[in-house]
Nanobody, 118 residues
């Protein structure tokens, strides 16, 4: 079992940057594939980025590709999402997720709010 806690959200102007963190409990963090999802007001939760257990394989939604970078530090049991060139349409609650298979996630954090003003 793994528990996930997101942090780093906040209010930023368009064009700005934020770095989200996802801290995981448990000794098996390095065995999990990890991902970031987001949910904007009135919309369904959508995939943003994913990273495999080693960090050598990543995937991004087209909407964030080239602006967001996902990474992880297995020694610190932490995953990150560096978000640059933020747009108002990036406004959402961002959730981190973990799973034993890349692309399949069954552990979720509570989310952190990101608001981008125009």
């Amino acid at each position: 079992q793994v528990q996930l806690v997101e942090s780093g959200g906040g209010l930023v102007q368009a064009g700005g940057s934020l770095r989200l963190s996802c801290a995981a409990s448990g000794r098996t963090f390095s065995s999990y594939a990890m991902a970031w999802f987001r949910q904007a007001p009135g919309k369904e939760r959508e995939f943003a980025a994913a990273i495999n257990w080693s960090g050598h394989h990543t995937a991004y939604a087209d909407s964030v590709k080239g602006r967001f970078t996902i990474s992880r530090d297995n020694a610190k049991n932490t995953m990150y999402l560096q978000m640059n060139s933020l747009k108002p349409e990036d406004t959402a609650v961002y959730y981190c997720a973990a799973g034993t298979l890349f692309g399949s996630y069954d552990h979720w954090g509570q989310g952190t709010q990101v608001t981008v003003s125009s």
